[in-house]
């Protein structure tokens, strides 16, 4: 509710809500009215249920965030809202409820475990496998992020775009393969899996930023300053990360249709 009204006052989005601007309505002592601004469709709910001790209870989760210390340092001038904050939690390795790193080492310890199987003779890739894996193959490498041959650079949505939709293609082309023998999934389709949820880690925010450009009331200017000021160092950095292992992916999928 706090959130609502310091968004209704400074005329943005919940996502665009600076947290100091937040604080400042957590006087302690203060209790929120039922005529404070909100949504029609939160009206009568829970979210409109506050109270002085709820009051309180925000402001010290505000302070924390305002005061943690985080992976990369902020870029000077970025302000803090609680969008920005939300997506750098997400993309901080180690967070509780999603760690992105330790869903790529899965999917690196799969493509492992299938390469000492495939060599060990105990794992026998079908001719539908290595066609598989041809054909995602080729298709996975993602784009440079720099440009060359006189094109740009490609944006952060359209490489979150390119990853999010990966995460389908291989979420197919696993639910396509043959299962091995107890009848759980095959190596290759571990992979495929382990990769998809990789990339899949992504969506949220894509979808976030995505709503965020729309709602713009024109196009940015500086469409790279608009970013800097939204996607946190260590998103970008899982952004990067992702990538990287997609072009491992490939690797493993292009020396399996080989051989």
């Known amino acids: ?10 005329v943005v ?14 006087v302690e002592g203060a ?16 979210l409109g249920a506050c109270s002085a001790a709820s009051v309180a209870r925000v402001g010290n989760v505000l302070r924390a965030h305002l005061t943690a210390d985080v992976p990369r340092p902020r870029p000077a001038g970025v302000p803090l809202t609680l969008g920005y904050r939300v997506r750098e939690m997400r993309a901080t390795p180690d967070w509780e409820l999603g760690d992105w790193p ?8 799969a493509m492992g475990r299938a390469d000492d199987l495939r060599e060990q003779g105990t794992w026998r890739p079908t001719d539908q496998e290595r066609s598989s894996a041809a054909r995602i193959g080729r298709d996975l ?22 990853l999010v939709d990966t995460a389908a293609a291989l979420s197919v082309a696993a639910s396509e393969l043959p299962g091995d023998a ?27 930023i995505d709503a965020l450009w729309a709602a713009e ?43």
């Open 31 to 46: 209790e929120p009215r039922d005529t404070e601004p909100l949504p029609d469709a939160a009206r009568g709910t829970a």
């Open 217 to 259: 009331p024109r196009e940015p200017a500086d469409p790279a300053s608009w970013e800097l000021s939204h996607l946190p160092g260590v998103l970008l950095e899982q952004t990067e990360e992702t990538e990287d292992l997609m072009r491992a992916v490939a690797v493993f999928l292009w020396v399996l249709a080989c051989s």
């Open 102 to 109: 330790a869903a790529h080492a899965l999917a690196r310890r």
């Open 141 to 162: 490498e993602p784009p440079g992020r720099t440009a060359a041959f006189g094109c740009p650079a490609p944006s952060w949505p359209e490489r979150a775009a390119r």
């Open 13 to 26: 989005l919940v996502d665009e809500v600076r947290l100091v601007d937040a604080l400042r309505h957590c």
């Open 1 to 10: 509710m706090l959130l609502w009204r310091a968004a209704h006052e400074a």
């Open 182 to 208: 107890p009848g759980g999934p095959g190596p290759l389709a571990r992979v495929f899996d382990a990769a998809a949820d990789a990339c899949a880690r992504l969506r949220a925010d894509k979808e976030e």
